[in-house]
């Protein structure tokens, strides 16, 4: 019987009128106690409890693991036992080479049945003979057996002078058979007992071995494939699975033949590498199209699995990276870690960074017009950047450049460029597009120079390109500088140099971000020899960036992760190593960060005479032709008034664009005698002329302020 309980409770509130107020004492009663579940539904949830408790699941797991080793470690080797004695094994071949298409290979497996038939006919004819035979030999081994023990106790009794020991060898063989037959007397009981128990324990084995049990029975590392090397049933069960049925009823009709569609497994780098020759009736990109759920099958993630076309007809090249390798960084660029290192822009190749397999990936750059895509953010820059850094080691190249998003990401470039234009508005479109014009007249006047003539390379460079395509500004003309029409200013200029500047060493390289017909025009993407793709977002991004026999050859840079593969291109050209049969190759590019790139610019202006590197001017400013002049000729101690006309008009579109010889000489002139002379028959402005006039003018121009 319980007891009732009965709480107190005391008003705390004081009343209104501030008066004392009697104490009260409320009752409040307990709630009514719930009736206690009924025992069957207290047991039913104590035996749930226990049957989905994890130590159970854990112990059923195990039960059931054990248990399948066993039994289909049985079935394993029965199998073996029949493929043995029987021509199982050739059929099966036979079968699958069938299945395969490849009747070569189905005769000569057939052949080889009929001689494994033909053995075994004969060892079955030689059975017959065999008892008789093994009769005679028992007995004539037993006779001579015999008479050598004799003769040796002969021997034995001769020199002991005892006839006794005739018998003497014959009797200790008898006592040694009797103790033969005593031992496995006494053992043959245990052995009874315990041979079923260690022929359970080697079948045991086997199966544990060959993971020969239910998928869900298999320890957890097991069934996630964690760390589970790639063999040929693994490769032939991903196939299987992958959702063909024509590949699918070929593999089934093959059996464990199925892995005679594999080529050697090969180590390549962090993965290893295998040739698939596929079965009548599927087709490459059947497989090509089933590139993830293949990563899955292998037990990969879908980065971690390429599908490439090599040559062989109907034959598909997977590469499969080692479990989370591609997520560990490469070494640093050996622009950093070699000193001493050169460049030969014609005949060397830039050390890009590492293939898949983890080899080294170089390119040459020699007369290839060049294009970067990919998402905001994923390396671009630096990757163009690394190029540069390596070609700008060779004195002999020069370079024009606008960086169109002007955060200083090429501000090392500065006394390196002869031009160097930073900064996203119109006005540095404007500027950039004027440099590019200005290059399409440089490589006119080369292109109209006597034939045998050679020229230094001319790299014009323009990153974040795709301000200039989508730039709104037209100029005076009604000319838009943006845009991809035949009235385009820049799209012009970028596709003259695409038509013809190889021919002389004028080259274009863009990097460009997030690829559309708008940013990116067809001619202008399709004009570049090397075209080179990062992490984008869609099959059709990836066809703008390297073409559509890149993506139909299995590149794919819209599968590459954006954030986690970043610096990770894909790569079509023929300035790269690509394996024989593809279309492209993936590169893991090295980084070189902003300090590394201002000590290899910093090399680079070494070997140079010096470079005075033009920038964005305002336009609309006063101008002083004299110290442009001298802005032009920079260092050198003197250029041609040609070139020195054509940097005044990259210095200044507005000012000197239309400036002749005349105009250059009337400047010079009224500066001072003989600052433009001629040097092997060519006009040119000598540089320390040009100073002690523009020194005079300065004192000249102090004494009259004076005065």
Not at 283 to 306: D, I, M, P, Y
Request: proline residues 6%; aromatic residues 4%; contains cysteine.
């Amino acid at each position: 019987m319980s007891e009732n309980v009965v709480h107190l409770r005391k008003p705390t509130d004081p009343p209104a009128d501030g008066t004392a107020t009697p104490t009260v004492l409320t009752v409040v009663p307990d709630a009514p106690l719930a009736p206690p579940a009924p025992l069957w539904v207290r047991s039913g949830r104590a035996v749930k409890s226990a049957v989905t408790h994890e130590s159970t699941r854990a112990t059923a797991r195990a039960v059931a693991r054990h248990g399948s080793y066993t039994f289909n470690g049985g079935r394993i080797v029965a199998r073996r036992t029949w493929d043995g004695r029987t021509g199982s094994r050739y059929e099966r071949m036979i079968r699958a080479a069938e299945a395969a298409g490849n009747l070569e290979a189905a005769e000569e497996w057939e052949e080889r049945l009929q001689r494994f038939r033909a053995a075994r006919h004969h060892r079955r004819m030689d059975l017959l003979h065999s008892p008789v035979e093994a009769a005679k030999g028992a007995a004539v081994g037993a006779g001579m057996s015999i008479g050598v023990l004799v003769a040796l106790g002969v021997v034995m009794a001769i020199n002991n002078g005892d006839v006794k020991d005739v018998i003497t060898p014959l009797a200790a063989t008898i006592d040694f058979i009797a103790l033969l037959i005593r031992i496995v007397q006494i053992v043959w009981g245990p052995a009874l007992t315990i041979g079923p128990f260690l022929a359970l324990l080697a079948l045991w084995s086997v199966g544990r071995k060959q993971h020969a049990a239910p998928q869900w029975a298999l320890p957890a590392n097991v069934r996630t494939g964690e760390g589970e090397p790639i063999t040929p049933s693994i490769v032939v069960k991903a196939l299987r699975d992958l959702g063909v049925p024509a590949l699918r009823n070929a593999i089934k009709e093959m059996g464990d033949a199925g892995a005679s569609m594999l080529g050697p497994i090969r180590i390549a780098g962090c993965g290893i590498e295998v040739d698939v020759t596929l079965p009548s009736g599927v087709s490459t990109n059947e497989v090509q199209g089933k590139r993830r759920k293949l990563a899955e099958n292998l037990t990969r993630h879908e980065h971690e699995v390429f599908i490439t076309i090599p040559q062989a007809a109907r034959t598909v090249r997977l590469w499969v990276a080692d479990s989370g390798a591609l997520d560990e960084p490469i070494g640093p660029s050996p622009l950093v870690t070699d000193e001493t290192m050169t460049a030969d822009y014609a005949k060397g190749k830039a050390p890009w960074g590492q293939d898949l397999r983890g080899d080294a990936a170089a390119i040459s750059l020699y007369q290839r017009h060049l294009l970067i895509t990919g998402l905001s953010n994923q390396g671009k820059t630096v990757a163009l950047r690394s190029l540069a850094l390596w070609v700008a080691l060779d004195k002999s190249v020069q370079f024009l450049m606008g960086d169109l998003k002007g955060v200083g990401d090429w501000a090392m470039f500065d006394g390196l460029a002869t031009t160097l234009i930073q900064g996203p508005t119109d006005e540095h479109v404007i500027q950039v597009t004027e440099m590019v014009e200005g290059a399409v007249e440089e490589m006119n006047r080369r292109l109209q120079a006597p034939p045998g003539s050679t020229f230094p390379p001319l790299i014009v460079l323009v990153d974040e390109a795709q301000v200039a395509f989508m730039c709104p500004a037209k100029d005076e003309d009604k000319r838009p500088y943006g845009g991809s029409k035949s009235n385009s200013r820049y799209f012009m200029a970028v596709r003259k140099i695409h038509n013809q500047g190889r021919a002389v060493n004028v080259l274009m390289w863009q990097g460009t971000q997030d690829p559309t017909d708008q940013n990116l025009p067809k001619l202008v993407r399709e004009g570049a020899h090397t075209r080179a793709s990062l992490a984008l977002g869609t099959e059709s991004q990836a066809r703008m960036a390297l073409g559509d026999k890149a993506v139909d050859g299995g590149a794919a840079p819209n599968m590459l992760r954006p954030g986690l593969d970043r610096g990770t291109l894909v790569v079509a050209s023929d300035g790269i190593a690509i394996p024989a049969g593809q279309a492209s190759i993936t590169v893991r590019t090295h980084y070189i960060d902003d300090d590394a790139a201002e000590a290899l610019t910093n090399r680079a202006k070494a070997l140079r005479d010096g470079v005075t590197t033009l920038h964005v001017i305002e336009r609309g400013e006063e101008r002083d032709p004299l110290a442009d002049i001298a802005a032009a000729v920079g260092d050198a101690s003197r250029v041609l008034t040609a070139d020195v006309l054509k940097r005044l008009a990259l210095l200044n579109e507005d000012a000197y664009g239309g400036w002749t010889n005349s105009d250059l000489k009337r400047v010079l002139d009224a500066a001072g005698p003989d600052i433009a002379y001629k040097s092997d028959g060519r006009m040119v402005v000598g540089r320390d002329r040009l100073h002690r006039a523009l020194a005079n003018r300065d004192e000249d121009g102090s004494a009259s302020t004076a005065g």
